[in-house]
């Protein structure tokens, strides 16, 4: 319904200004309305707003009308431009933040009730003596569980000023009695580099999840404790990295890049192009580098990406890009909302805009695009790749590349589906798998924790049962057994099974290297880095 939000207030609009006309004439004398007493603001919006606020036959919540009227009016822009309303602001920019405040624990939510799945080192739960495998049930004396829950607002209660105390009730398996701890809210560090390990003999591998404020001194943190560890090659993951912060992209890139080399240029109507180049001083000028993007690598992603692949840097391996080229500006309003407003494109060395198509005011059909590419077999085989601008643009050694849709990886390497059948796509799909692993990692904690190490761990982990209890598991939930299936399959169950259960237990650390070791895309990467 809400797409049709908008020209139902505007249809209104109109209305009232007939009717208004047809109520002044034939109230005026009886002094109905005191129209001296109204406002008319300069602005026509503010003028509707006002006239519903002061006039309408029914009591309204103006704050929440007019939080949709601007939700509608920029919905009708660019498909990046978005209003944010005051109450969402808090978590929308926590996201790129490079800390928030909160009790400082990792919670999933499963029959009904907040897990806690990992609590994070030195912050305020653990102080007081909150475990992973607690259970939170209730939260300053009120109940804390149901159908009501959701990751949101398990968030919204769990968060807040620092320095603010919070009463949590916990069930701890072994204890009989409910727990009570009194949490007070501090800093919790958000980290942008997942992961940073020796893959292969001297390679280096790091996983950036997005581009926040302290993505890049957390970047060359990593790469500074690898070339301690003997790298002297990298491979740069930016899979399922949405963007974030140009400039945390641009200062990465300039670590590679030669002087006066571009990395990104951007412009707009009343936006003066302003160009990143590379000021020379990088550390890291001449490593062999690759460079890890996919469907869901968007924004400064995409910024990066394209300087190495423009610049000759890295082989970019993977598959097509999300495709954003275009930039916002957050601009607050009085009241504590804001808008994120698309002011330019972005272009990268060559002169590409790989900002996809889109129609204004269409983002529904905007976000299909993803979809449509994988049912038109994108992202299994390149010959499926239809490109929507064969505008040639040329890389620094005249290479020949294509923009409008994305940054195409040098090496394509599709997924790869010959193992997956309809019983795994079932338990994966259903979330089986996740709920299974937390659970199992529940009842043996204690056992578990006797590993330090993945690669331990993971040797005791096919000594049990597992895959035994993940079918019973299933079938419980109402998936049958099918046993053709699960043995073709079992390559795939076992790696995920793992490395969940791992990740409970060692966090990413313990979950990147398990999980990427099999991954075909990784791998391929390898084997492309130790040519160079």
């Known amino acids: 319904m809400k797409k049709y939000l908008f020209p139902a207030i505007v249809v209104l609009g109109l209305i009232v200004g007939f009717v208004a006309g047809d109520i002044y ?14 406002r008319f603001p300069t602005s026509k919006m503010d003028q509707l707003i006002n006239y519903i606020d002061q006039l309408y036959v029914d009591s309204i919540d103006v704050d929440s009308l007019s939080d949709e009227v601007m939700s509608e009016i920029v919905q009708q822009l660019d498909p990046h431009s978005a209003y944010i309303p005051e109450k969402d602001l808090e978590i929308v920019n926590s996201e790129l933040d490079a800390s928030f405040s909160g009790i400082g624990v990792q919670f999933s939510i499963q029959n009904d009730t907040v897990n806690i799945v990992a609590v994070i080192s030195g912050g305020p739960s653990e102080g007081v003596g909150i475990l992973a495998g607690d259970k939170l049930v209730e939260v300053n004396d009120s109940a804390f569980t149901g159908k009501t829950l959701n990751n949101e607002r398990v968030m919204r209660t769990l968060r807040g000023k620092k320095g603010t105390e919070v009463v949590l009730g916990v069930r701890r398996q072994g204890e009989k009695e409910l727990l009570r701890f009194t949490v007070v809210r501090g800093d919790i560090p958000v980290h942008a580099v997942d992961a940073q390990f020796i893959i292969d003999s001297n390679i280096g591998f790091i996983r950036v999840s997005k581009f926040s404020e302290n993505t890049y001194d957390e970047f060359i943190q ?4 690898l070339r301690q560890q003997g790298a002297d090659r990298y491979i740069i993951d930016l899979r399922e990295n949405s963007g974030g912060y140009m400039e945390q992209a641009i200062k990465m890139a300039n670590e590679f890049l030669e002087r006066g080399d571009m990395i990104v240029y951007s412009e707009g109507r009343a936006y003066p192009r302003y ?25 400064a992603s995409e910024i990066f990406a394209g300087a190495m692949q423009d610049n000759d840097r890295a082989t970019i391996i993977g598959r097509r890009s999300f495709g954003k080229g275009l930039v916002q500006n957050q601009l607050a309003f009085a009241d504590g909302s804001a808008v994120r407003l698309t002011i330019a494109r972005y272009y990268t060395p060559s002169g590409r805009c790989i900002q996809k198509p889109y129609e204004m005011g269409k983002q529904a059909d ?3 695009d993803l979809v449509e590419r994988y049912e038109n077999g994108e992202f299994f085989s390149k010959d499926s790749i239809h490109e929507k601008d064969t505008t040639v643009y040329f890389t620094k050694k005249g290479r020949v590349v294509h923009g409008g849709g994305g940054i195409m990886p040098d090496i394509f390497v599709g997924r790869d589906t010959s193992l997956y059948t309809a019983w795994y796509k079932s338990v994966v799909n259903r979330a089986y798998t996740y709920q299974f692993a937390y659970q199992y990692t529940d ?21 049990q049962n597992i895959r035994g209890e993940m079918v019973e598991f299933a079938k419980q939930k109402g998936v049958e057994p099918n046993e053709a299936q699960i043995q073709k399959s079992t390559p795939l169950l076992m790696r995920i099974l793992y490395a969940y259960i791992v990740r409970d237990m060692l966090g990413d650390e313990g979950f990147f290297p398990l999980y990427e070791r099999d991954d075909e895309i990784t791998q391929r990467a390898v084997e492309e880095i130790k040519k160079r």
């Open 222 to 225: 990593a790469l500074a404790s």
């Open 366 to 368: 905007y976000m299909k």
């Open 25 to 38: 004439s034939n109230t005026a004398k009886a002094q109905v309305i005191n129209w001296n007493r109204l």
């Open 275 to 299: 160009e990143a180049r590379s000021n020379g001083l990088g550390r890291f000028k001449e490593v062999p580098l690759v460079v890890l993007i996919d469907e869901f690598s968007a924004s």
């Open 443 to 463: 009842r043996h904690r204690k056992e578990l924790k006797r590993y330090r190490s993945w690669e331990e761990m993971e040797s005791y982990l096919k000594r």
